[in-house]
């Protein structure tokens, strides 16, 4: 019986993380070299020339299994009978903008967007948001979508992940398959905490290969600043690596991850004291298509103040977008 097609939505699809994405997709590096994929690319009418632009490029690559590409700027359309979503477009933190603007003018993207998954998304559908501020973006569409189990409304904090495993092997100077059992804890924000005190290489505990003064001062910042770094060095925010994590993070979601961990925000059963609900990065395994938060981790004084910090940033955002009537 041949694989049947599923169906991929991708919002903010004109925009850079949209085209960088595109193409990988329909090579078979979102869900597996034997998967169909039709494409939906949903746009705001500002958008709709780049993704029609990039729907020709789609058609010119002769992607063996790219059944359809579709452009729209009508979120019913774009999700109806959706299996994965991936929604990337969001609405920048423009000059002189306050929080209380930047989360409400995202409500009105992330509200009407969860509303059109509830009413279509198919029964398996997999959302992941990157568009910023994405853990708080979940929150609101999962709050509009009451049908839809909210442990499938997911945030990326997989290029963090990814960032930590790197700097981490950079500096031992060790391949990064040597690295297992880091954690991005909290907000995809500079508040985020990369945990490294579960963390081995090649089995060894990192703990023991690595000084205090070079985690405190060195590592954990330069993971959580890294977009600041990118943006500063290319002239322009990340964008093949926000990508190229998406496509981790939902592979993973869909294929397991095995016995390994990586990080993924996620919505909390209350686990390691964070608030039911709060869309947060955590250590998570994918088993038989979920993620399931990795249970029973001692966290000594040092995590648990930066947990707690990244923790407080998302019950603030989450305050906040309740008081807009968001959530
Ligand atoms: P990008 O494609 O570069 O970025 C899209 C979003 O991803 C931004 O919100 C960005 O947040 C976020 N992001 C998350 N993680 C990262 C990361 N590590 N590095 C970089 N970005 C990250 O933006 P463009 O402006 O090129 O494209 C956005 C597109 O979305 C536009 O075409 C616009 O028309 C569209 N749009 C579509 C909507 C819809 O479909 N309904 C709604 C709103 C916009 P940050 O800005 O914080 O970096």
């Known amino acids: 019986m041949p694989t049947p097609a599923r169906n991929v939505t991708v919002t903010g699809a004109g925009g850079q993380i949209g085209y960088a994405l595109l193409f990988r997709i329909a090579s078979g590096q979102l869900l597996g070299p034997d998967v169909p994929i039709t494409l939906r690319l949903l746009e705001i009418p500002q958008g709709l ?8 490029e789609l058609h010119d690559g002769a992607f063996p299994l790219l059944r359809s590409v579709e452009v729209t700027d009508d979120a019913t359309r774009a999700f109806e009978g959706v299996n994965v979503a991936l929604l990337v477009g969001s609405r920048p933190r423009g000059p002189g903008m306050e929080r209380a603007d930047l989360l409400e003018a995202n409500g009105r993207i992330f509200g009407p967007q969860g509303r059109a998954l509830n009413a279509g998304a198919a029964d398996d559908v ?4 990157v568009g910023n501020p994405a853990n708080t973006n979940a929150l609101i569409a999962a709050a509009h979508a009451p049908d839809v189990p909210r442990e499938r409304f997911t945030a990326m904090t997989r290029l963090d992940h990814n960032r930590g495993v790197a700097q981490l092997a950079a500096h031992l100077e060790t ?3 040597s690295v297992a059992g880091l ?3 909290g907000n995809h924000s500079a508040t985020q905490y990369p945990d490294v005190f579960h963390a081995t290489v090649d089995g060894r505990p990192v703990n023991d290969l690595v000084d205090e003064t070079w985690l405190t001062q ?3 910042p330069r993971v959580a600043n890294r977009g600041s770094e990118i943006i500063r060095v290319r002239g322009g925010s990340s964008v093949a690596s926000a990508a190229n994590a998406a496509l981790d993070h939902v592979f993973d979601w869909v294929n397991g991850t095995g016995d390994a961990w990586t990080s993924a925000a996620v919505a909390s059963d209350g686990s390691y004291g964070v608030p039911d609900g709060l869309v947060c990065s955590f250590p998570v395994r994918s088993v038989d298509g979920h993620w399931r938060i990795v249970q029973g981790l001692e966290i000594d ?3 648990r103040a930066r947990i707690d910090a990244s923790v407080a940033e998302l019950i603030d955002e989450r305050d906040a977008v309740r008081t807009l009537g968001l959530v």
Do not use: H, K
Request: charged share 10%.
């Open 126 to 129: 997999r959302v992941l948001v």
């Open 175 to 177: 391949p990064v398959s």
């Open 218 to 220: 060195t590592f954990i």
């Open 183 to 185: 954690t991005i804890w």
């Open 301 to 303: 004084s040092f995590s």
């Open 49 to 56: 020339n780049a993704a029609e632009g990039a729907a020709l």
